[in-house]
Nanobody, 119 residues
Framework: QVQLVESGGGLVQPGDSLRLSCAAS????????MSWVRQIPGKGLEWVSG????????KYENSVKGRFTISRDNAKNTLYLQMNNLKPEETAVYYC????????????RGQGTQVTVSS
């Protein structure tokens, strides 16, 4: 079965960087778009970024453009999200999800990793 396991979250200060990882198994990783989504406290799930199967196409939610970078290593079945210049309002549980911006809601999602941005 599909398994997605996120790691790399933690407590950081505003302006700091963090790199999230997602280990995927149970499907042919390189065949699928993958996304990062987040749930900010008190709000619904929000799509953050997506990447196509070979990593050649990436997409970002407007507020993270220029600060976040999504990437993948298909040899390791791993998805990444490099987050720079983090803001307190980006405190959330971050999830990796199978699918792109239009399809992630119907695909599998991991258990999430907590990112807290606070001074």
């Amino acid at each position: 079965q599909v398994q997605l396991v996120e790691s790399g979250g933690g407590l950081v200060q505003p302006g700091d960087s963090l790199r999230l990882s997602c280990a995927a198994s149970g499907f042919t990783f390189s065949d699928f778009w993958m996304s990062w989504v987040r749930q900010i406290p008190g709000k619904g799930l929000e799509w953050v970024s997506g990447i196509d199967g070979d990593g050649g196409t990436t997409k970002y939610e407007n507020s993270v453009k220029g600060r976040f970078t999504i990437s993948r290593d298909n040899a390791k079945n791993t998805l990444y999200l490099q987050m720079n210049n983090l803001k307190p309002e980006e405190t959330a549980v971050y999830y990796c999800a199978k699918g792109g911006a239009a399809t992630w809601t119907t695909g599998a999602r991991g258990q999430g990793t907590q990112v807290t941005v606070s001074s």
